[in-house]
């Protein structure tokens, strides 16, 4: 869970909260309150995910193979192929993967954060660096 260092801005909905975080995301439970104009999804039966309008999200949920859904966060790419879409050549590598999201991750290129969803089950995945960090409240 994203969870920003000065929480309290997110409570004010100041202007300073909207610039400090920009491109940034926080995965809460439905029972937290957020109250920023965020873009919101229900990820989980018990996550919302709140993303900021300028992060680029691409959610895949249909014809995976390893269940459930994904979404991800941020600018990801598979060098290999730069020029084909992003959502059909992480499905194609999916359908390959036998369940091992990990090794679908571990070939894309750019600053991502891979939200895996399936029941009540998160799993998190980053770029290798940890670019697009995770903090956890």
């Known amino acids: 869970m994203h969870i920003a260092n000065n929480y309290d801005l997110f409570h004010g909905n100041s202007p300073e909260a909207v610039s400090a975080f920009s491109r940034q995301w926080v995965l809460l439970r439905d029972s937290d309150q957020f109250n920023l104009d965020w873009i919101t999804r229900q990820v989980t039966p018990g996550a919302v995910l709140y993303t900021h309008p ?29 020029d ?51 903090y956890y409240k």
């Open 84 to 134: 084909s879409s992003f959502v059909d050549v992480l499905r194609h590598k999916l359908k390959g993967a036998d369940g091992n999201i990990a090794s679908v991750v571990i070939d894309m290129c750019g600053t991502y954060v891979v939200i895996h969803c399936f029941g009540n089950e998160i799993e998190i995945y980053t770029d290798p660096a940890a670019l697009r960090g995770v």
């Open 54 to 82: 300028d992060l680029d999200v691409v959610s895949v949920e249909d014809n995976l193979r390893v269940g459930g859904k994904l979404v991800v966060m941020g600018v990801a790419l598979f060098a290999e192929q730069p």
